[in-house]
Structures are given as structure tokens and as C-alpha cells.
């Protein structure tokens, strides 16, 4: 059980030190989405 309570211990220490990192990578897949998204109802109005 302490060995468990270390993982999780540990993995939230790691997105603690690294949420900015995620965010910045969950930001370019959403902008990206948008864009592929925009790009294909552009193309179908035409």
C-alpha cells in the first residue's frame, strides 16, 4: 500500500512541476483542431 501511495505521490508531484507544459501542448492540439476544423467548413461553403 505504501507503494502505491508513493506512485500517485510521485505522478502528482510530476504534473505539479509540469502543468504548464501540458497546457502549452493541450493549447497547440485544440488550436490545431480549430484550424482543421475552419479549414473544412471553409471548404465546403466554396
Not at 493541450?26 to 465546403?44: D, H, K, N, R
Amino acid at each position: 500500500m505504501d507503494h502505491i501511495h508513493d506512485g500517485v505521490r510521485g505522478f502528482s508531484l510530476l504534473l505539479d512541476l509540469n502543468w504548464d507544459r501540458l497546457f502549452f501542448v493541450g493549447t497547440i492540439l485544440v488550436g490545431l483542431l480549430a484550424g482543421a476544423f475552419l479549414g473544412s467548413a471553409i471548404m465546403q461553403s466554396f
